[in-house]
């Protein structure tokens, strides 16, 4: 196991729990951190992760899938416009997503994939 530095989980530490010990794949597991890791500090604190573990959230995002596919769109979207990489959306970046989500309003009913 990825020894935890300075009281702070890892995205390596929450890979060994919940990819080896759980059974989740990488996707499911970048998910929750980005979920567990509320003040986006790239760390998970005993706080952040305890509030998680009492949320009776129990995996929900990833057990029905049309709410894990809407998140991992939205992460998709996310990384999309954040071109450097600094998880985080500056003005220029925050512009262009919302440009694009005003495209996608705008496009005919038909136009949407439908997911039966």
């Known amino acids: 196991m990825t020894p935890i530095k300075d009281g702070f989980l890892t995205i390596r530490n929450l890979e060994t729990l919940l990819i080896d010990d759980m059974g989740l794949n ?10 567990i890791d509320s003040n986006v500090s790239k760390t998970i ?9 009492r949320s009776d959230e129990r995996f929900q995002y990833i057990d029905k899938p049309s709410k894990y596919n ?6 998709d979207m996310f990384k999309k416009y ?4 600094s998880d985080c959306l500056d003005t220029k970046e925050f512009k ?3 440009e694009e989500l005003q495209n ?8 949407f994939k439908c997911s039966r």
Not at 26 to 35: A, I, K, M, N
């Open 45 to 53: 604190s005993f706080s952040e992760f305890k509030k998680w573990l």
């Open 26 to 35: 990488d996707e499911q597991c970048q998910l929750y951190f980005l979920l």
């Open 82 to 85: 954040d071109v450097n990489h």
């Open 96 to 98: 262009q997503l919302l």
């Open 104 to 111: 996608r309003a705008r496009r005919p009913y038909s136009s």
């Open 70 to 75: 809407l998140i991992t769109e939205a992460m």
